[in-house]
């Protein structure tokens, strides 16, 4: 009899044995969770710049300067105008590369093309007239574009207006003289 009672604890035992094995990890799978989560973002529009109008000095003398106004104030002469299209608000970064000079389509004579601190503005109410300067900043060094803040304006639109001054010669030869504005704008992430 004692025979049947050790077997039948050994077998007790044997039970509750198997019983934890599988009841423990059940157990602490209850003491978990998981939760799935997403990653997001939202691209802005696109920014965009376009050479709306040309810097034009228009008919120059031999030895006589020229001064072509941002506000489109000197007469026979007219502003550039630059275009920029982005989000509304978005804070960019603008930088000019000026010519030093204008030259004849053959290369053979140059005139002399300069630009003062104050021969850009920058407006950042959707005008693009530079005769009806909205706001914004309405006068920047066109060659240090670090010192002016610049968002793009809250309908997504901005201007660039630009003026400048040549200088020909008293023997400057005639016909007509260029040269290239090159204007980069960027995103700054604010």
């Known amino acids: 009899m004692e025979r049947k009672q050790v077997n039948g604890l050994s077998g007790k035992l044997a039970v509750a044995a198997l019983l934890t094995l599988f009841v423990l990890p059940m157990s602490s799978a209850f003491g978990q969770d998981v939760a799935t989560g997403q990653a997001i973002a939202n691209v802005l529009a696109a920014l965009s710049i376009t050479a709306t109008t040309d ?6 003398y ?4 020229v001064t072509a106004a941002k506000d489109n104030s000197t007469v026979g002469t007219t502003a550039g105008v630059f275009t920029i299209t ?13 010519p030093a ?17 104050t021969d ?12 009806a300067f909205g706001g914004g900043v309405a006068n920047v060094d066109p060659n ?18 630009l003026g400048g001054r040549v200088t020909p010669s008293v ?8 040269g290239d504005i090159t204007v980069t704008v960027a995103y700054t992430g604010t």
């Open 55 to 60: 810097l034009d000095f228009g008919n120059v």
């Open 62 to 65: 031999q030895g006589v300067a």
């Open 86 to 98: 982005g989000e509304a608000a978005a804070e960019i970064s603008v930088y000019m590369v000026l």
């Open 101 to 117: 000079y204008l030259a004849t389509v053959s290369g053979d004579d140059r005139m002399t093309v300069s630009f003062n601190t």
């Open 120 to 131: 850009a503005a920058y407006d950042n109410t959707g005008n693009v007239d530079p005769a």
């Open 144 to 161: 240090n574009w670090t010192t002016a803040p610049t968002d793009v304006g809250a309908g997504g639109t901005s201007a660039i207006f």
């Open 171 to 178: 023997n400057q030869a005639a016909g007509p003289y260029s």
